[in-house]
């Protein structure tokens, strides 16, 4: 049968129309069957979003599709004019942005938005069109359907914004979907229900689907071919099954590795059992802090912790669960509100104007973000220098064998010494900004979000280092991430934060198997796993169960709105005791032994 | 989830909030300009009552007139008869002329309005469709000549344009009139002939600055991505900047549509003197020269006030526009 979607030869520039243009992708070749999905997995930069776009005839600006084929069903995209290919786009190939809340427009209601495509394509009259919309968000398990769609985006969650912009593209019916790491800016919580949502409502179609991802086990669930790309070539392309089980290329297997980061072995001295940074009963937050001693906006509540010499605490919880702001009051950036800090024994003060030199030194903060935490016109050297300088009073020929002592420590060839930040790659900046932090030769760093930023197989690389800076140096580490799958990696001991509070704290082993606390099950169950079929396998999660209104004023469990396993008059009644699990874990539930 | 029911009443009680705190902090910008008028107009050298007696007017003349005028009150006692007088709509004497105040700017005031009131007829389509062409064009040959002609057009001092006018339609081709005198009677279109000159050439200064500023609006948002959203969605690429972007960029329109607007009244003194037009500014003008210092305030005031009723009304169609403000 003749395939669906067929690419050959596909080459895209960017620059110029003369020889100055650098080719981004070159030489691929697909094809798809009616109704089949094909994933283009691949690092940032491996021109999966470019070759997605070529199949609605549209490349960015600065860039353009210089040769090759690409046919749909009967019709020659690149040989479409302008207005053919505004005919074909949002009626026949819709697309799903990889960010929904930056691609709705801000001042139109979303029914407007999503009937739009059907509309100009003459595909329905306004009524039909939104009583379809209205049936799309039912498949699309979207909350209150009727009504949904008169909101404003910036009055809905990037979970719903996301599934809303699929009813968009779902509209009109099209043959082929494009979907564009549609879930990578979401939470794993809500990227289960996501995936699940899509899956669903592009098979009910019949559509024909392309998929970008860089994250395999999510292809894994969406995907029945699997392209992989690197440089803007072809590496591997093949069934799902296979690609995934069998790779034969190298560089798959390296991002199949870079995934699922392997434990990293614990240094061969078990860490002291004096803890280095200690904290008890800390509350904080943002804002002034009135005379009870809460701030305006409360973030933490609660949260103690102890960190041994040479020890990795893991602190995970989804965005806006205070662990930032965890590392912030350990940097000495925000005041803690009550509580302390101990350090190395001695108590910290709470603010940066108090603590001494030393404390300074001894404590360093790695940002996520190694672009803006990095003056882009500074030399390496003149970044590594003020440490030294500052810490350390080092000069001259001192500064520069420790600076070649630091470059080697990161892995980095001394000749990068003089080149300026802004001509680094993301790892090669993410190692300048722990080299950084290793010049004021600290005992523990608190690393935020180190390897978010960066893509699996870049960041697998820093999470090595990490480790073995750790052996080497003895270095304690506060590890900030949301990935529980890299949390596992390299720390000794995690917490959970939700909602400020430290759900769970337990050694890792705790994690590899329940019982867990319910949010942290939540967790767990919802990081996707790398096979097929493990979305059908992960039964749709039942309702919270119904109970009375929760008591006023109480200090209540804050998963309480989204936990299954909740108890009518108790979690809504009273604040959650700790329970010490079997497992070595403690957590924050009124179930004394926890479910699953 | 994130609308409850009752956000629509308490969205515009917020929004009805945010408007009074407007219209609050106008009125006191305007009570501020007016102590500002008023000392200013204090500072200036020359006294009323010594300006009519002339100078060899004894003294004894001088003081009897001061007193008449309430020129020997404490500066405080006069600032506020002054200020209850013009919330009153009665501004003072012009001892120059002879006259209340407020039969000479009745005089004055409709001729400006009625100037600004066309030019803004003819200037806002007129740099809308410029903007929004140039916009979309961004780059191509239309879009730099348009760019390279507005360019000129702001650069251009305005007494250039008016004379080339008058030069061009009154005294080559002998179409217009070379002064705007607003006919007592006869229909809109005879008033549209005698003003058509200085409509022009308001128009042109002010078209140029919106067009600009509109243009650049536009352009500042066809690079987010729910522009190209919409692209990919085979949205058309006038549908796309009317319906899409348009709505988005109409905070910094309007802003910049206020700012120039203002000007066809408080800043056309050249043109009204070169086509001889009796409006406000130039009556303004004449105030200064004459030491008429009644005229003066009164007439600095409405200019203020035309600015600020302009600010606040771009201000609540800001906001009116934006739903995150609209509807919280
Ligand atoms: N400067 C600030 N002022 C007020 N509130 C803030 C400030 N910074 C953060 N917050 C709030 O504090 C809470 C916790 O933020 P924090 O940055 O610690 O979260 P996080 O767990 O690091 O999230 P993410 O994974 O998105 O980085 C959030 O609700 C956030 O909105
Ligand atoms: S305390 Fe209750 S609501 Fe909170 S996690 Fe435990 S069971 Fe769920
Ligand atoms: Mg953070």
Same mark, same amino acid.
């Given at each position: 049968m003749k395939p669906h979607v067929e690419v050959k030869g596909l080459r895209v520039t960017a620059?110029?129309?003369?020889?100055?243009a650098i080719t981004i992708v070159e030489g691929v070749d697909f094809t798809i069957p009616r109704g089949g999905v094909l994933a283009l997995i691949g690092e940032?930069?491996?021109?999966k979003t470019t070759i997605a776009l070529t199949l609605m005839g549209y490349a960015r600006s600065?860039?353009?599709?210089?040769g090759g084929s690409i046919r749909l069903g009967d019709t020659d995209i690149l040989g479409l004019d302008e207005p053919g290919l505004a005919a074909l786009r949002g009626d026949r190939v819709a697309y799903i942005a990889q960010s929904a809340a930056a691609s709705f427009?801000?001042?139109?209601?979303i029914m407007d938005q999503v009937v739009e495509p059907a509309l100009i394509h003459g595909r329905m009259d306004r009524k039909t069109a939104e009583a379809k919309a209205v049936s799309l968000f039912k498949a699309l398990a979207l909350p209150q359907p009727d009504s949904?769609?008169?909101?404003?985006? @910036?009055?809905?969650?990037g979970g719903q914004l996301q599934r809303l912009m699929a009813a968009m593209a779902l509209i009109t019916g099209p043959e082929l979907v494009i979907l564009d790491?549609?879930?990578?800016?979401?939470d794993v919580t809500t990227q289960i229900e996501v995936l699940r949502a899509f899956k669903h409502a592009v098979a009910s179609q019949g559509a024909t689907a392309i998929y970008v991802s860089h994250d395999l086990a999510v292809v894994a669930q969406m995907a029945d071919q699997i392209l992989v790309l690197n440089k803007g070539r072809v590496r591997e392309a093949g069934v799902a099954a296979q690609v995934l089980q069998s790779p034969t290329d190298d560089y798959t297997r390296t991002l199949m590795a870079a995934a699922r980061p392997a434990p990293k072995p614990a240094p061969a001295v078990p860490p002291?059992?004096?803890?280095?940074l200690e904290i008890k009963g800390l509350f904080a937050g943002y804002g002034k802090v009135d005379n009870t001693g809460r701030?305006?906006?409360?973030?933490?509540?609660?949260i103690s912790l102890s960190i041994a010499k040479g020890a990795t605490l893991g602190v995970i919880g989804e965005s806006g669960s205070g662990k930032s702001t965890l590392a912030r009051v350990v940097a000495g950036l925000i005041r803690p509100a009550s509580g302390a800090v101990n350090f190395d024994g001695q108590r910290l003060p709470g603010g940066l104007e108090q603590r001494s030199r030393d404390q300074f030194r001894r404590i360093q903060l790695v940002f996520q973000n190694a672009d803006t935490a990095l003056?882009?016109? @500074?030399?390496v050297e003149e970044i590594l220098g003020r440490p030294l300088r500052f810490y350390h009073g080092l000069k001259g020929a001192a500064q520069r064998k420790r600076m070649a002592e630091l470059l080697d420590l990161i892995r980095l060839?001394?000749? !990068?010494?003089?080149?300026?930040?802004?001509?680094?790659?993301g790892g090669q900046k993410q190692r300048i900004n722990l080299a950084r932090a290793l010049a004021a030769k600290p005992d523990l760093i608190l690393c935020d979000e180190?390897?978010?930023? !960066?893509d699996t197989v870049v960041g697998a690389a820093i999470l090595d280092l990490l480790a073995e800076l750790r052996r080497e140096l003895g270095l304690a580490y506060m590890f900030i991430s949301h990935d529980i799958g890299t949390v596992c990696a390299i720390c000794d001991d995690i917490m959970v934060l939700y909602g400020g509070t430290a759900v769970e704290i337990g050694?890792?082993?705790?994690?590899?198997?329940?019982?867990? @606390?319910p949010y942290t099950d939540l967790l767990v169950g919802s990081?996707?796993?790398?096979?097929?079929g493990w979305l059908e396998e992960q039964a749709a999660r039942p309702a919270p169960p119904a109970i009375g209104p929760a008591l006023d004023g109480a200090d209540l469990c804050r998963f309480l709105p989204r936990c299954t396993a909740r108890i009518d008059g108790l979690c809504n009644q009273f604040t959650p005791p700790r329970h010490h699990l079997p497992g070595g874990s403690d957590i924050l539930c009124h179930h004394p032994e926890a479910v699953n | 989830m994130a609308a409850p029911p009752t956000s629509r009443e308490s969205g515009n009680a917020f929004l009805l909030i945010l408007l009074a705190k407007r219209v609050a902090s106008g009125l006191l910008t305007l009570f501020l300009v007016s102590l500002v008028v008023f000392i200013i107009s204090g500072l200036l050298p020359g006294d009323a009552a010594q300006e009519m007696l002339?100078?060899?007017?004894t003294p004894e003349a001088v003081a009897a007139l001061r007193q008449q005028m309430g020129l020997d009150q404490p500066a405080a006692v006069r600032f506020l008869r002054w200020l209850a007088g013009l919330l009153g709509g009665d501004p003072g004497f012009s001892l120059v002329a002879n006259m209340p105040v407020a039969d000479i700017i009745a005089s004055r005031l409709p001729n400006s309005l009625i100037l600004a009131a066309l030019s803004t007829l003819v200037a806002v389509p007129l740099a809308l469709t410029i903007g929004i062409t140039s916009a979309m064009r961004q780059g191509g040959r239309l879009d730099r000549a348009l760019n390279t002609t507005t360019l000129a057009m702001v650069a251009l001092p305005e007494f250039l344009i008016a004379t080339i006018a008058v030069l061009i339609?009154?005294?080559?081709?002998?179409?217009?009139?070379s002064i705007a005198l607003v006919p007592a009677q006869g229909g809109f279109l005879d008033l549209l002939r005698a003003l058509a000159m200085p409509i022009l050439s308001l128009s042109i200064i002010v078209v140029a600055q919106m067009a600009r500023m509109t243009r650049a609006a536009i352009i500042a948002q066809l690079g987010l991505p729910y522009v190209e959203m919409a692209r990919l969605k085979g949205v058309s690429p006038a549908r796309l900047v009317l319906v899409h972007v348009l709505p988005n960029a109409i905070a910094p329109i309007v802003n910049a549509m206020a700012l120039s607007l203002s000007y066809l009244l408080g800043g056309a003194v050249i043109v009204e003197t070169i086509f001889n037009y009796p409006g406000l500014a130039s009556l303004m003008v004449n105030a200064v020269t004459s030491r008429d210092m009644p005229l003066l305030q009164a007439c600095a005031m409405i200019f203020c006030c035309a600015y600020l009723s302009l600010v606040l009304i771009a201000d609540t169609v800001a906001i009116l526009a934006n739903p995150r403000l609209r509807n919280r």
């Open positions: 620059g110029g129309k003369d020889d100055s940032s930069g491996s021109g600065g860039c353009r599709i210089a427009n801000p001042s139109k209601r949904i769609g008169n909101r404003y985006p @910036h009055q809905l969650s790491e549609p879930t990578t800016a979401l002291a059992q004096a803890p280095l701030p305006e906006i409360p973030v933490l509540r609660d003056n882009p016109a @500074h030399s060839p001394a000749s !990068l010494a003089g080149r300026a930040c802004s001509g680094l790659s180190v390897t978010s930023a !960066l050694p890792r082993a705790a994690y590899q198997a329940p019982p867990f @606390h990081v996707p796993e790398l096979r097929a | 002339g100078q060899s007017a339609f009154a005294v080559e081709l002998r179409w217009l009139p």
